[in-house]
């Protein structure tokens, strides 16, 4: 096949159909052509000449050129494609190094062979295109809703006609067990658009959180505009949801608006979402009365809240138990996903006997520890002592407020206390060291004898092993996994050292073995409060 006056203009007839077809730029098929017919030259001509063609975008006329680069002298490795500057100087006019010297070849016969490689490279060439035309396409709709029409099932994977691609609905993506036939009408979440080999693939989701919230937003104009904002999302998908919202207008009920007249507008969603029970929950700030939205339609009686452990201990009614904890637990855990905490629940009688625990432990450790009486010690717990370092180490003043006891008195317990503390104290060293603690440990400012001796059954024994503990190992933590919260238990954690305190520490074993110079990290910190005045003007 001779690329002829015949034909020139059929190739440019033929690179604007297969773009109106691909729905991709012209312009994409005619560099594909191009290259195919260079490829097709070289075939001709040998592989190793720089051969390039043109095709004029009006005339259709394919130029065929030879290319050869002027390099240096001791750089000439090809002799098809390249020259010497004294051999171009025999073309053209002071060469230099890098110039390019053209020259014009005769167009090529294609056979058969010639034509198939070239036309696959054509295909391949527009199918590329249109893969990064539906890539570019899509990638910015993550996150948006779009419907679409079935085409086919796959090993329970759907897949949907969206228009100019294709989308895939996982089994675990659809919502119970919805079954889908070729041409039904399908709204899906696109949740991700990911670029591979074989093209853009497109998931789609029917049973992610932010579906729900889309769906809400096209339902409720006030979240259209922003006038109200969708906080958090939790669902059981085809069961029930909970979603908190709050409202910037204080004349808009974020609530009610969700709602609708008569229920209208949360219907819609509803039946969108196979009948799904959406409990539409007030957002706020304070995380205990958030929580006690978020547990409707149960009543809290108590909510203590462990900020640091980003856990909660929640007590209700007894006979609102099952209610708090819903069928199946589901009442709790989509709680617990909406506001990001663990929530223990126990009824009143369940705490007020938790309670009474407590208070006997505590008053037990008092009259075995100082030599008192019941009643004595109750009056201590009572007065809110719950450990013999608070009693040897109040203020004296503290103790003379519970009935009957003096300055004699207040002294007496401190003393009892402190001897029992320092037995304790010496017990504990002597056993770290008989573990081989050593002294470098043993004078580290900040560590009791009884955190020396925990970390000695841990196996750190010198002031390295301890610089190299990271936080967590030391105070514990948590770790989040697949979606659920698993903790992880430190060393003295029984001691109630926080994390930030275990990072001081650590550091500060680090700089006392000239691991960390102070300097240094001085200056850390005040590039990172520069930053952040920077950034809060």
């Given at each position: ?8 203009l ?88 890098g110039d ?19 036309k ?8 590329e ?6 890539y ?12 679409g ?45 990911r ?14 959180p ?13 979240i ?63 995380i205990?009365?958030f ?16 900020e ?5 201990e ?19 855990r ?10 223990d ?8 006997a ?6 006997e ?29 608070e ?8 103790l ?46 900040g ?91």
């Open positions: 096949m001779a690329i002829t006056s015949a034909n020139q059929e190739l440019l007839q033929t690179a604007e159909a297969v773009a109106r077809e691909k729905m991709i730029d012209p312009g994409l098929v005619v560099e594909a052509m191009e290259e195919s017919l260079a490829r097709a030259a070289k075939s001709r001509y040998g592989s190793e000449m720089d051969i390039r063609v043109h095709i004029d975008r009006k005339t259709g006329r394919a130029t065929f050129t030879r290319v050869r680069t002027v390099v240096e002298d001791d750089a000439l490795e090809n002799y098809q494609a390249e020259m010497t500057v004294e051999q171009a100087r025999e073309h053209m006019a002071d060469p230099k190094v390019e010297l053209t020259d014009e070849v005769p167009p090529v016969e294609m056979g058969r062979i010639a034509a198939q490689s070239a696959q490279v054509i295909l391949q060439k527009v199918r295109a249109e893969r990064d035309r539906q570019e396409e899509f990638k910015d709709r993550a996150g948006t809703i779009i419907n029409v079935v085409k086919r099932e796959e090993y329970g994977n759907v897949i949907v006609d969206i228009g100019r691609g294709e989308g895939i609905l996982r089994r675990n993506d659809k919502i119970g067990r919805e079954s889908y036939r070729p041409n039904d009408r399908v709204r899906c979440y696109i949740r991700e658009v670029r591979e080999v074989r093209g853009p693939q497109i998931f789609l989701s029917r049973t992610d932010q579906f729900m919230a889309e769906l809400f937003k096209m339902e409720v104009p006030e259209y505009d922003g006038i109200i904002e969708i906080k958090a999302v939790a669902r059981d998908p085809g069961s029930r949801a909970k979603i908190a919202v709050i409202s910037y207008d204080n004349s808009i009920d974020p609530v009610g608006a969700c709602v609708g007249m008569r229920g209208s507008r949360v219907q819609a969603v509803v039946n969108e979402l196979q009948g799904e029970k959406i409990d539409i929950i007030p957002w706020n700030e304070d205990p009365t929580l006690v939205n978020a547990l409707q339609p149960a009543e809290v009686s108590k909510v203590v809240f462990d640091e452990a980003e856990r909660v929640v007590v209700v009614p007894d006979e609102q138990l099952s209610l708090a904890i819903g069928r199946r637990g589901q009442n709790v989509l709680a617990s996903q909406l506001t990001g905490l663990d929530i629940i126990m009824t009143e009688e369940q705490e007020s938790r309670r009474q625990a407590e208070f432990e505590r008053t037990k450790l008092f009259m075995d520890t100082l030599d008192l009486d019941e009643f004595f010690a109750q009056l201590l717990v009572s007065e809110g002592f719950t450990s013999l370092e009693v040897a180490y109040v203020d004296a003043n503290e003379m407020v519970i009935d009957g006891v003096d300055d004699d008195t207040a002294a007496e317990l401190q003393a009892r206390a402190k001897d029992y503390l320092d037995a304790l104290n010496k017990k504990a060293l002597d056993h770290a060291r008989e573990l081989g603690v050593e002294d470098s440990l043993v004078d580290f400012e560590l009791t004898p009884q955190m020396i001796e925990a970390l000695a059954e841990d196996g750190v024994k010198t002031l390295e092993d301890f610089a190299t503990c990271a936080d967590w190992e030391l105070a514990g933590g948590w770790t989040t996994v697949d979606g659920e919260r698993h903790k992880d238990d430190g060393v003295l954690e029984k001691f109630e050292v926080s994390l930030e305190e275990a990072q001081n520490m650590v550091m500060t074993a680090r700089i006392q073995l000239g691991w960390v110079d102070p300097d240094e990290l001085t200056g850390d910190e005040e590039d990172e409060a520069i930053t952040e005045d920077e950034a809060g003007e």
